[in-house]
């Protein structure tokens, strides 16, 4: 319909963005978690209280429930990034060695 929709989908949830989870492994829509507080919050303050939710909540995943920092933990482990750090301070420990001398 007029390439509103993405393809293969007819509703109105394909107008909100869409994220990759790297736990779930698939593309889902992200929103903050609220609980019973915030609700009473919300209600309380007239609505205000969903600025504070909008600034500072993480957006988590609706399918996992994880946030994105948590997810991207899992999926690239320290371990995947160790060798990597070594060789680059390595590099640049030999380009500073080179640079002093004469």
Known sequence: MFGLYEKGESSLIS????????????????????????????IFTLGLWLLVVKLFYRNRCSGCGMTRKQANKIAF??????????????????????????
């Open 15 to 42: 107008f909100v963005k869409k994220r990759y989870c790297y736990y779930c492994e698939r593309k889902t829509v992200q929103k903050p978690r609220l609980g019973f507080w915030s609700w009473l919050l919300i």
């Open 77 to 102: 482990p320290a371990e995947y990034w160790a060798p990597t750090i070594l060789l680059l301070s390595l590099l640049f420990f030999i380009l500073i060695l080179w640079a002093a001398l004469p």
